[in-house]
């Protein structure tokens, strides 16, 4: 686990290091949870969108896009149940000052209990050796099983509380287990209290003109209430879906993990409208589809697991999350759910309008019921860095700090490296980088050793690397390198596009999907 966390660390200071991601206002000391993306990190953000967009809007002739505003009218998060449901439930302790999300503290409570049930499982497996039954153990073992009565007793109650928004009983599991907050270490804490997410602002110019709005705290709310307006407009027919990629803003009181948890963030996030009835089927083939373009980027099948939701909101009929394993453990990525008629049904009540559907073909009207897949674009951003990021051990037995990106989502393509900066090498790989620019992200480079800048390229990840030497101006070849083997082989500069394109574009990957 410490090792993972080291691990972690330094992929955070990679991304700093390399412009992928910095600290937002590092000037003034930051601000937390707020980041920003550097040179690289916004072309590696926006290969993932436009990996999204397009497996979306281009793969599928009955999904279209649109681009809603930040600002809406503040009815619409009363009908979506934002303004009285979208809460955290928080804690003070009155000794540190310092506020925790309450639920937060019990399901890292629950972990302590599953945390000494391993430590517990990788103590015997370590006395008993070849022989150990590890699921013998784990049903025998006295405190094992101790432990695990615990942790069960402990999520039930933590359920029951919360389902039953029962801040008191909340409080109560927190005195009972005797958490401590980590900082001043008493038991001081104050009652449990509700917190709105939703960031508030006021729109007009005079005080009493002024009316409070917010920000998002969810892109899907611009879809549901321009459903109408696309579909007639586009004359869609259900079934049909409408994506959206746009800024989302939450007041996360326990932001933790890097870009994992931020306050301001991005969503890419698809509504599919169908026909009532029609929608655990259509739930089952969009999580099929939604693990393959995760799995298409060949980070492996075991890195990614379903976490089925038991207790569904009372609107959804069915939901998952699709985890994927970060150095920190298996962590949501995105949602998948099934959310009946419920958010239609209310913008129709809350705004008076019927925003029904007409079906040419039956002649009936009816209010689409919808599958909804949102994922975050940063939450996938570490996935991608997570997983990427490598340190490998050379024949030579020095190390190299690699990024291997699938090349489709890497920053840059192709470096063009003259071996030296004279003798018209320069020049010669200027012609070729300005051929080439057209067609994918080239980096120019001529500083430094040949070995150096191949680093530096390995430690942004880009796939591949062209020396332009001497022979170069005679043969009209060069040496081309491979990140990921190192082998170098020559090829002619006339190949050089056919040769690496298909490999570096978002459609090669595109193709996985078919
Ligand atoms: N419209 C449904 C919705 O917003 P959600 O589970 O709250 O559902 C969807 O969010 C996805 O958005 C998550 O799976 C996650 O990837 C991303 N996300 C949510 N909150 C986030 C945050 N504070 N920071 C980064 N990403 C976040």
Redesign the pocket.
């Known amino acids: 686990m410490a090792q993972q966390e080291d691990v972690f660390k330094k992929i955070v200071s990679h991304c700093k290091e390399y412009g992928f991601v910095f600290p937002s206002s590092e000037l003034y000391d930051g601000l937390g949870a707020v980041y920003d993306y550097g040179q690289n990190g916004v072309e590696l953000k926006n290969n993932i969108k436009q990996y999204w967009w397009q497996s979306m809007v281009l793969l599928h002739d009955n999904i279209v896009g649109i681009d809603s505003a930040i600002f809406m009218h503040p009815t619409i998060w009363k009908a979506s149940g934002h303004v009285d449901a979208f809460n955290d439930p928080l804690i003070d302790n009155r000794d540190s000052k310092k506020r925790y999300r309450a639920d937060v503290l019990i399901e890292d409570q629950i972990a302590k209990y599953e945390e000494k049930i391993e430590k517990e499982v990788a103590k015997a497996r370590k006395r008993f050796g070849d022989s150990f039954d590890e699921a013998k153990y784990r049903e025998t073992s006295e405190r094992v099983l101790e432990n695990q009565a615990k942790r069960d007793a402990l999520e039930q109650r933590y359920k029951d509380a919360m389902n039953g928004n029962d801040l008191q009983a909340i409080k109560q599991i927190i005195l009972d287990e005797e958490i401590v907050d980590p900082i001043s270490g008493t038991r001081n804490w104050t009652d449990v209290r509700q917190f709105n997410l939703m960031f508030k602002t006021s729109m007009g110019s005079t005080a009493e003109g002024a009316s409070d709005i917010y920000l998002r705290p969810?892109t899907?709310q611009g879809i549901f209430v321009n459903y109408l307006n696309v579909q007639k407009t586009g004359r869609m027919k259900v079934p049909f879906g409408i994506a959206q990629i746009g800024k989302a803003f939450?007041n996360?009181i326990v932001a933790r993990q890097f870009i994992?948890?931020?306050r301001e963030?991005e969503?890419m996030?698809m509504q599919f409208f169908v026909k009532p009835g029609t929608e655990i089927d259509w739930f089952k083939s969009w999580k099929e589809m939604r693990m393959k373009w995760h799995q298409a980027l060949g980070f492996g099948a075991e890195n990614y697991r379903f976490h089925d939701h038991e207790k569904l909101a009372f609107y959804a009929n069915a939901a998952t999350?699709i985890e994927f394993k970060m150095p920190f453990g298996f962590k949501?990525?995105?949602?998948i759910?099934s959310r009946t008629n419920y958010d239609l049904t209310q913008h129709e009540k809350f705004s008076g309008k019927s925003i029904k559907y007409f079906d040419p073909e039956t002649k009936e009207s009816y209010t689409p019921y919808v599958i909804?897949t949102?994922?975050?674009v940063?939450?996938m951003y570490l996935s991608v860095m997570c997983h990427a990021y490598q340190e490998e051990q050379l024949e030579n037995g020095e190390t190299r700090t690699v990024l291997k990106l699938p090349a489709a989502l890497a920053p840059v393509k192709l470096a063009v490296l003259p071996l030296i900066k004279k003798d018209g090498l320069p020049e010669k790989a200027r012609e070729i980088m300005n051929d080439l620019k057209f067609h994918f992200n080239c980096k120019y480079e001529e500083k430094d050793t040949i070995g150096k800048r191949y680093r530096r390229q390995d430690a942004i990840g880009t796939p591949y690397c062209i020396t332009i030497d001497h022979e170069t101006l005679t043969d009209n070849c060069v040496t081309l390198r491979d990140r990921d083997t190192m082998k170098q082989e020559r090829v002619p500069i006339s190949e050089l596009r056919s040769l690496i394109e298909d490999k570096v574009t978002i459609t090669g990957l595109l193709k996985k999907l078919q």
Do not use: C, K, L, P
């Open positions: 969810e899907a939450r996360e994992f948890r931020m963030f969503q996030e999350d949501e990525v995105e949602g759910h909804e949102s994922i975050g940063d939450r």
